[in-house]
């Protein structure tokens, strides 16, 4: 899980996740998790030049509650998490709040594909 201290400038989570190849950024204080920074939010805030970029601290660009799942959490419940938050990842947490990890909706796709639903689909809808 790629993390960024809260007073890294948004130009660092940036450049992380393009070195990376990744889509979120973890942002952090003393590893205990603050909120999830996406290359959206990067790309929103662009237009403001590259002197705000580097100098915006991402802490001021996250969300001020971040929905979090302890780890025996099922893949439904993160599946729901995502779902009534609007988020496409979800950190994984232990009962401190401490960062361990990330589900990704690329994550909850693979582990579909790779090993089936567990029960029924309820409600599906096409967009």
Do not use: F
């Amino acid at each position: 899980v790629a993390t960024a201290p809260e007073s890294s400038s948004l130009w660092h989570a940036g450049d992380v996740m393009i070195g990376l190849g990744i889509h979120h950024v973890v942002v952090v204080k003393a590893d205990h998790c603050i909120g999830v920074l996406t290359d959206r939010d990067v790309l929103e805030a662009w237009h403001r030049g590259p002197a705000a970029i580097r100098s915006t601290p991402v802490g001021r660009l996250v969300a001020a509650s971040t929905a979090c799942v302890l780890p025996e959490a099922p893949l439904s419940q993160v599946a729901s998490v995502m779902n009534v938050n609007h988020v496409d990842a979800v950190p994984v947490v232990d009962d401190t709040g401490k960062l361990l990890g990330l589900v990704t909706a690329g994550d909850i796709v693979h582990a579909v594909a790779t090993h089936g639903l567990a029960g029924p689909v309820e409600s599906a809808r096409p967009d």
